[in-house]
């Protein structure tokens, strides 16, 4: 009887935790929305030469706060560059929203092995990596994984989100690895 009474609570006791546990499975509440592309902030400003009190024509300059844009290393678009930003870091630490979904996937699914701000420790020192490798080998080496000297990354072409956010992912990491923003939590612009 006592093993009936045990064997119907435990039963009773799975189903509670699945039905408290499927909706999370079943949604994602990460705030990723796909890959977004990020123009630069500029302002127009009018100078007056005060020698002759004439204006002169109207020059772009970027935002002070805001810094230069740095284009896709494998764009087959040249003048698509010219008008889109892979990141782009506000205050120091403030990241748009397609860095900072990147930000969010790194600490869930990298941070483990490449550190907290990709500094290095089981990991290499992913700032330092997206230096010498393309877009397109750390594309690669993120689905693919890979075998090194002290150990091995896994692929990740399994995970779904890992390979749809693979983008805002590199994003993230190049505002790190270009030192747009510093050793510090970001945050969402």
Not at 95 to 116: I, V
Request: with cysteine; proline share 6%; charged share 20%.
């Amino acid at each position: 009887m006592k093993a009936l009474v045990a064997l119907l609570l435990h039963v009773a006791l799975g189903i509670f935790f699945m039905m408290a546990i499927w909706p999370a499975m079943q949604g994602s509440n990460d705030g990723y929305t796909g890959a977004v592309a990020v123009a630069p902030k500029v302002v127009v400003e009018e100078a007056v030469v005060e020698a002759e009190s004439a204006a002169v024509a109207p020059v772009e300059t970027v935002v002070p706060d805001a810094p230069a844009p740095v284009a896709p290393a494998d764009s087959s678009n040249p003048a698509e560059n010219e008008n889109t930003a892979l990141y782009s870091v506000v205050d120091g630490n403030k990241l748009d929203a397609n860095s900072y979904a990147g930000f969010k996937l790194y600490r869930n699914w990298c941070a483990r092995c490449h550190g907290t701000y990709g500094q290095g420790m089981v990991g290499p020192n992913l700032a330092d990596s997206l230096k010498v490798i393309s877009e397109k080998e750390f594309f690669d080496t993120v689905g693919n994984g890979k075998s090194g000297t002290i150990g091995s990354m896994p692929a990740w072409k399994a995970n779904v989100k890992v390979m749809a956010g693979r983008d805002q992912l590199y994003a993230y990491l190049m505002a790190r690895s270009d030192g747009a923003i510093g050793v510090e939590k970001p945050k969402k612009q």
